[in-house]
């Protein structure tokens, strides 16, 4: 995963648990921001059942500022009472 997350919740939206993380990427300075949201999934391969994830939005936005409003409004959709932050 590389850098740390800034910012990290869980939430459902349409009754399926998601997953959002706001970091730090890059290798230049100053790092451009990382938005990435996963999608937890039920799995079923080879006679084994578990549950998996997979990235449904990857995204990096130079603008700081606008990467937060992004996030914010990721989270804003979520289904009602069902945000909780991550540390």
């Known amino acids: 995963m590389g850098a740390k997350p800034l910012r990290r919740?869980?939430?459902?939206?349409?009754?399926?648990?998601?997953?959002a993380r706001l970091q730090r990427t890059g290798d230049r300075f100053p790092q451009p921001?990382?938005?990435v949201v996963?999608?937890?999934y039920f799995e079923h391969v080879g006679g084994v059942?578990?549950?998996e994830t997979v990235a449904i939005y990857d995204k990096i936005y130079e603008d700081w500022?606008?990467?937060?409003?992004?996030y914010d409004?990721?989270?804003?959709r979520a289904d009602p009472n069902s945000?909780?932050?991550l540390k």
């Open 33 to 35: 921001a990382r938005i």
């Open 49 to 51: 059942y578990g549950m």
């Open 65 to 70: 500022a606008y990467a937060h409003a992004v």
């Open 38 to 40: 996963d999608k937890e």
């Open 83 to 85: 945000l909780k932050e």
């Open 9 to 19: 919740c869980s939430f459902t939206k349409d009754s399926v648990k998601h997953y």
């Open 73 to 76: 409004e990721i989270l804003r």
